[in-house]
């Protein structure tokens, strides 16, 4: 059974810095679609971060530069380095695998195939 536990969120200032965490069980980062998303309230879920078994990496345009996703394949983790955070950056991000990333403009629905989900983390920047 695939399962999928975030930590990390928290209560920050505007430009300060947090660094989420995924450590996954029942799979391996290395052989799936891993990625970050988020979903505030009253609205859809919308994709941050992701990153294909190859390691290639894909981002939102309203993170790049200030969010880095990365994997520690001896762990089987997954992390989401967030720094400059914004205000808009607060709602809960969640963790996902999938069993292959779709190529997408949007990657928001780059998830194919199978998926899991972590219960997620808050994370709440104020200004």
């Known amino acids: 059974q695939v399962r999928l536990v975030e930590s990390g969120g928290g209560s920050v200032q505007a430009g300060e810095s947090l660094r989420l965490s995924c450590h996954v069980s029942g799979d391996a980062v290395s052989d799936s679609c891993m990625g970050w998303f988020r979903q505030a309230a009253g609205k859809d879920r919308e994709g941050v971060a992701t990153?294909?078994?190859?390691?290639?990496?894909r981002y939102a345009d309203f993170v790049k530069g200030r969010f880095t996703i990365s994997r520690d394949t001896n762990k089987n983790t997954l992390f989401l380095q967030m720094d400059n955070l914004k205000p808009e950056d607060t709602p809960m991000y969640y963790c996902?695998?999938?069993?292959?990333?779709?190529?997408?403009?949007?990657?928001?629905?780059?998830?194919?195939?199978?998926?899991?989900w972590g219960r997620g983390t808050q994370v709440t920047v104020s200004s």
């Open positions: 990153m294909n078994s190859g390691g290639v990496e």
């Open positions: 996902a695998l999938s069993q292959y990333c779709h190529v997408t403009t949007d990657i928001s629905y780059a998830l194919g195939g199978e998926k899991f």
